[in-house]
């Protein structure tokens, strides 16, 4: 049975110029101890993902229509105090800034400490032995329960986070781009604690990032998601044999995805205002494939293979499409105009 099901989810954001569908119609499935990455360029609404599950939308966010399922639960129906129950015990966030998560007046120990007593009645025989074999798990040393947030590195605080998001061992940890702003080898120490909890404590993650090449190499599944939309999804096929133009776009914007000595590309122009959404397709304004009917007709998620989902209406001419968006000239020049 899936852990949690995201159900044709939609959430909006009130704005003085009018409703911002930040995400639209999104299911996506999470199975016990599975590892789901969220890729996607910034705006495009995995934050709002996250928040959503917790349930820590800001007021002027509501989900407007679908389910957020959790063991066949709908969170989105719950009360505050039932919420309460559900997050920290059963699902876990690690944000993306450290630094965010931790109040800098108090030790790291204290603020673990409030994390259990807010939930459970442990002694502090008990807490104290959790909190040492969670350092020991994201391999931290017991003396730096004393310092205060300030005196440790920004790798040293993610790492304190994480220990924090797993203290009463949830079942679901969703990490919203958890190494952000930190170097390139924390960031792989980092990711490397992550996955080892997701293999070691059998734990489900949903690991957040605009980093194909990171979803490559941690996650089972992929989801990727544009102007709040899912547009592909599935298995690793999904960056080894993409279907979706924009995932193709997404997978050359990496070295470590495209081949060696190989032009790296960037999509040119921005995603469409979430205000003013285009009438077909939303990545049509920025498709080097764009047709006439894409620019008329939302395309919906097809099967292309096992498990493997994406939405365009020339899904058949994939090959065609992979061959000819590993070269620049072909993003360059912009959308057909045929
Ligand atoms: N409180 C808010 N009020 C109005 N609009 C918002 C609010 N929070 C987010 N948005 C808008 O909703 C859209 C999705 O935002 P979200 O933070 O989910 O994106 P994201 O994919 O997490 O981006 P990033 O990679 O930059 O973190 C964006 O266009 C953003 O501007
Ligand atoms: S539907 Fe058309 S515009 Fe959209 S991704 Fe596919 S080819 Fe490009
Ligand atoms: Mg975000």
């Not at 989810?9 to 016990?32: H, K, M, N, P, Q």
């Not at 349930?55 to 957020?68: E, F, M, S």
């Not at 958890?178 to 992550?194: A, C, F, K, N, S």
């Not at 040119?268 to 959404?277: F, G």
Request: aromatic residues 6%; contains cysteine; charged residues 25%.
């Amino acid at each position: 049975m899936a852990l949690l099901e995201l159900d044709d989810l939609s959430i909006e954001y009130r704005t003085a110029a009018g409703a911002a569908r930040a995400v639209d119609g999104v299911s996506i499935t999470i199975d016990e101890g599975e590892y789901l990455g969220l890729v996607g360029e910034s705006g495009c609404g995995k934050s709002t993902i996250a928040k959503a599950i917790l349930g820590i939308l800001p007021p002027n966010g509501a989900v407007t229509k679908g389910q957020i399922r959790y063991r066949g639960r709908d969170l989105t129906r719950l009360s505050l105090a039932e919420l309460n129950r559900v997050r920290w015990r059963q699902i876990a966030l690690v944000p993306q800034s450290a630094m965010n998560g931790f109040d800098p007046v108090y030790t790291i120990e204290q603020q673990i400490n409030e994390a259990i007593e807010t939930h459970m009645k442990w002694s502090a025989a008990e807490k104290q032995s959790r909190i040492a074999e969670l350092f020991r798990l994201v391999g931290m040393e017991q003396s730096r329960l004393k310092d205060y947030p300030h005196q440790f590195s920004g790798g040293m605080r993610q790492r304190a986070m994480i220990a924090m998001a797993m203290v009463l061992d949830p079942n679901l940890v969703v990490a919203d781009e958890p190494t952000t702003g930190l170097d390139v080898i924390v960031q792989d120490q980092i990711l490397h604690r992550i996955k080892e909890i997701h293999i070691r404590l059998k734990k489900a993650m949903l690991l957040i990032t605009h980093d194909m090449a990171v979803v490559a190499e941690n996650c089972d599944r992929i989801a990727v998601m544009y102007a709040g939309r899912i547009v592909e999804y599935g298995a690793h096929d999904v960056f080894e044999r993409p279907f979706h133009p924009y995932t193709m776009g997404l997978c050359n914007a990496f070295p470590d995805l495209a081949d060696e000595g190989r032009e790296l590309i960037s999509i040119p122009k921005a995603p469409p205002s979430l205000l003013d959404l285009p009438t077909g397709c939303r990545f049509a304004e920025r498709c080097p494939f764009a047709t006439d009917l894409c620019r008329k007709l939302e395309p919906a998620l097809v099967s292309v293979g096992d498990g493997h989902v994406a939405a365009c209406h020339h899904v058949a001419r994939a090959a065609e499409f992979r061959d000819s968006a590993r070269h620049v000239r072909t993003w360059q020049a912009g959308p057909a105009t045929a």
